[in-house]
T-cell receptor
Framework: AQRVTQPEKLLSVFKGAPVELKCNYS??????LFWYVQYSRQRLQLLLR??SRESIKGFTADLNKGETSFHLKKPFAQEEDSAMYYCALSWTGFQKLVFGTGTRLLVSP | NAGVTQTPKFQVLKTGQSMTLQCAQDMNHEYMSWYRQDPGMGLRLIHYSVGAGITDQGEVPNGYNVSRSTTEDFPLRLLSAAPSQTSVYFC???????????FGSGTRLTVV
């Protein structure tokens, strides 16, 4: 079965520190991975997807098929990065999106 | 474009009552989904649709019904509300073949 694991419920860092939000997935085929973000009192929004290999708001994520991981990274955290981050998995056709349990990132001044 | 619109934003139901959560999108998206968000459990897929007249079950479909008579609308029906259905419900849609879902603002449902 398809599964996404985000092992950290909360990640707390200071402004300017590097950030890595972990995501591991379970899927035997060719996965499509996404990161979504939910800022306080806002709706979920797509942050980035691995197929586009883009960097959004300084965040990047690399798909490692050997380790079945798609960790989200940012070299220097900002206070406005504080939010809930969800890793999500889809596959051919994108008919369904399976989410992890989410990691709350708290960036302190 | 309004994007994905969900109504109502808040609702309190008594156990056993029924209601329909509305979801509409004006982006001509083929795919639509309903999720529930619970603390510590992330978002779980309830039902999804890949086009008008086509629906299927997700991870947690029990207690919920859906239909998709038009491309724009995808209502979620609770037939007999239970306290376990207290949650925040999100509707989402996407263009076929892209995977980048657009989410609504959510409906916070409390069943007492």
């Amino acid at each position: 079965a398809q599964r996404v694991t985000q092992p950290e419920k909360l990640l707390s860092v200071f402004k300017g520190a590097p950030v890595e939000l972990k995501c591991n997935y379970s899927y035997s085929g060719s996965p499509e991975l996404f990161w979504y973000v939910q800022y306080s009192r806002q709706r979920l929004q797509l942050l980035l997807r691995h197929i586009s290999r883009e960097s959004i708001k300084g965040f990047t994520a690399d798909l490692n098929k050997g380790e079945t991981s798609f960790h989200l990274k940012k070299p220097f955290a900002q206070e406005e990065d504080s939010a809930m981050y969800y890793c999500a998995l889809s596959w051919t056709g994108f008919q369904k999106l399976v989410f992890g349990t989410g990691t709350r990132l708290l960036v302190s001044p | 474009n309004a994007g994905v619109t969900q109504t109502p934003k808040f609702q309190v139901l008594k156990t056993g009552q029924s209601m329909t959560l509305q979801c509409a999108q004006d982006m001509n998206h083929e795919y639509m989904s309903w999720y529930r968000q619970d603390p510590g459990m992330g978002l779980r897929l309830i039902h999804y649709s890949v086009g008008a007249g086509i629906t299927d079950q997700g991870e947690v479909p029990n207690g919920y019904n859906v239909s998709r008579s038009t491309t724009e609308d995808f209502p979620l029906r609770l037939l007999s509300a239970a306290p376990s259905q207290t949650s925040v419900y999100f509707c989402a849609s996407t263009v076929r073949g892209t995977g980048g879902y657009t989410f609504g603002s959510g409906t916070r449902l409390t069943v007492v």
